[in-house]
């Protein structure tokens, strides 16, 4: 939903159109970024009153759900309004500037029609919720459900400002035109659709999504869409039940980890804590042919170790280490390669959002997956370092010079506060201090304490952009987890999870085959759908097929968080490979032949994580 070019607007529609916009987008970030505040305000209140004072506040979680739904709401409100929504811009590139152009007004056109779609069912939704009272706080529910409608209608206004701005009317009535075409067409072959049964999946959830999604239609309404088709068209459900499905897709509690850790990753890179660990570590292993490569691997996997958020992982590190590395002779488009294969290497590195998303959705225990996702992320690491080793075996080092003892222990007293904020994270689960889900406040409050205390780097002015930022990428992320939680009930609904369940148990090699049939599938679905919504669709469906023949859930969620790394991160579809470029400001076609070492590296790791199952689960209780 990015702005359309090629066309000059009318200077007085631009103007009118786009201060409203810019006015309404700063009414609506200024209660969200506050929202994120009252939040971690919230649970670590929580924490401190269960944990120091021994008396738990019954309120805090019912509070913190209620707020939580507004919060993914009104954050997708902000990301809808930055044109921040994911979605697949591949294809579009490639097109000529008239047909880029009518495709950039379809991406606004079609998640307006969503979000039309949605209006009255989630006002009907919200009604509902009046007859319902909340246990603890003793409120109505509806104070919690009016995020869904409130939400939406802020996003149509949103919507219809960014049409008012394109300028070339011609454009916008006929990409209007073409999405009530599609929509009438459909529902006048509703008699034709109902007696194919499950063909309709195949219509409407493989070729209704791929043509939205590749398209550049933000996948959120490109799923929302695709379950609404289906639902209207081939059965009578009433649609309120997909808002109700929606609804208990984006403020399952174990969620509100995601804002969290996003405002976390972003605190350490504004205190410092990144810079230190990275200076740390490139005192240590500068000298080495190669040695900044390795750094950069390390770097990563201790910092994802923290932020949960692979943007603001290598937004930390590329800029600390890069300039150094292009002055010892490294190519832009080999730094750019092995910053992508290290943002794929580390996704299951605690808190990954996506170990969170997976302990959502499937019920697996999130304790469990943070401590089986250290080890196989150690074993695809030293697969890069081989490879590393490989490349930069001839490098001239004579002009480098080596850190003295002193030097080292010095980045190291100065690192140590940054380095165990990981460690603390990781303590403060396993001794029931805090949840997985509070246990962010606890790495907030650190890190706050760090940047005043220790590291004297703390911009204030800095705070509400951050907070902004957190806001509107939750919002993008948790609008797909609504989303596809509507889309994967549409599936389970129409029986086709039970298919799947047959077909992949008698695949002719048992477990082996699961495994790899799985990994194929989701470096496929991480590559055009990106983890979380990949993880949202399949995992219910797949987590329990991967029980029923014997693979431990563990190991199977390294397996698949691993290959939908890999496919988020390779190119030409990997949208995390043109997150590292624009982070890098290198150009997409430098690194194109230089990752394909490290993404062979990267499966090479991968195949070695599958075939040992200690490697996942040989640390559980």
Not at 74 to 100: D, N, W, Y
Not at 153 to 171: E, K, T, Y
Request: proline share 5%.
């Amino acid at each position: 939903m990015h702005s359309v070019t090629g066309h000059t607007p009318d200077p007085r529609q631009r103007t009118l159109a786009g201060r409203l916009e810019e006015t309404l987008g700063i009414l609506v970030e200024i209660p969200t970024a506050l929202l994120v505040v009252v939040e971690i305000c919230v649970l670590l209140a929580g924490v401190i009153s269960r944990y120091v004072f021994h008396e738990p506040l019954i309120w805090s979680d019912e509070l913190a759900s209620i707020l939580f739904l507004w919060l993914a709401m009104l954050g997708s409100v902000v990301a809808f309004q930055r044109g921040e929504h994911m979605r697949m811009t591949a294809l579009i590139g490639m097109a000529s500037p008239k047909v880029r152009a009518f495709l950039e007004v379809i991406a606004i056109a079609l998640p307006l029609a969503f979000l039309l779609l949605i209006m009255y069912p989630g006002v009907e939704f919200a009604y509902e919720e009046t007859y319902i009272t909340t246990p603890a706080l003793e409120i109505q529910n509806a104070w919690r459900a009016a995020a869904i409608p409130v939400g939406t209608a802020l996003m149509i206004a949103m919507g219809l400002l960014r049409l008012a701005q394109v300028g070339n009317w011609r454009l916008v009535t006929g990409a209007l035109v073409l999405v009530l075409a599609i929509g009438a067409l459909l529902l006048a072959l509703s008699p034709v659709l109902r007696p194919l049964g499950n063909y309709n999946l195949l219509i409407f959830f493989v070729g209704l999504v791929a043509a939205m999604v590749f398209a550049g239609v933000p996948i959120a309404f490109s799923f929302g869409l695709a379950t609404f088709g289906y639902l209207a068209t081939t059965t009578h459900m009433p649609m309120m039940v997909v808002i109700g499905r929606m609804d208990e897709g984006m403020s399952h509690l174990i969620l509100l980890a995601v804002p969290l850790f996003v405002f976390l990753g972003l605190l350490i890179e504004m205190t410092g804590m990144a810079r230190a660990m990275v200076a740390f570590l490139a005192s240590l292993l500068g000298h080495v042919k190669g040695g900044l490569s390795y750094v950069l691997i390390g770097a990563m996997y201790l910092v994802s170790g923290i932020s949960g958020s692979k943007a603001a992982d290598m937004a930390a590190i590329a800029p600390v280490l890069f300039p150094e590395m292009k002055q010892r002779g490294a190519k832009p488009g080999d730094l750019v390669a092995l910053l992508s294969a290290t943002g794929a290497q580390t996704e299951t590195i605690p808190p990954s959002l996506v170990l969170i998303t997976i302990g959502s959705v499937t019920g697996v225990s999130i304790t469990a997956l943070f401590t089986g996702g250290m080890l196989p992320a150690v074993v695809l690491g030293a697969a890069l370092c081989i490879m590393v080793w490989w490349r930069y075996r001839g490098e001239d080092l004579s002009h480098v010079r080596r850190a003295g003892a002193g030097e080292i222990g010095r980045s190291l007293v100065i690192a140590l506060p940054a380095i165990a904020l990981p460690f603390v994270i990781r303590a403060a689960v396993v001794e029931g201090v805090a949840t997985a889900t509070e246990v962010s406040t606890i790495g907030i409050v650190y890190s706050i304490l760090a940047g005043l205390l220790v590291y004297r780097q703390f911009d204030w002015r800095r705070l509400m952009p951050m907070l902004i930022e957190t806001a509107a990428l939750s919002g993008a992320i948790l609008l797909i987890i609504g989303a596809a939680t509507g889309m994967a009930w549409a599936l389970t609904q129409s029986g086709f999870s039970s298919m799947l369940a047959t077909a992949m148990t008698s695949l002719p090699g048992g477990t082996v085959s699961f495994l790899a049939v799985s990994i194929v599938a989701f470096i496929i679905l991480g590559s055009v759908l990106e983890g979380i919504p990949a993880i949202v669709l399949f995992g219910p469906l797949l987590f329990p097929i991967a029980r029923q023949i014997g693979v431990h859930e563990v190991h199977y969620a390294m397996v698949v968080v691993l290959a939908m790394g890999i496919g988020l991160f390779a190119p030409p579809f990997g949208v995390g490979y043109y997150a590292a470029c624009a982070i890098s400001r290198i150009h997409p076609d430098e690194g194109m032949k230089p990752i394909v070492g490290y993404m062979l590296a990267l499966i090479a790791g991968l195949i070695v994580v599958a075939a040992v199952p200690w490697i996942s689960i040989g640390f559980l209780d």
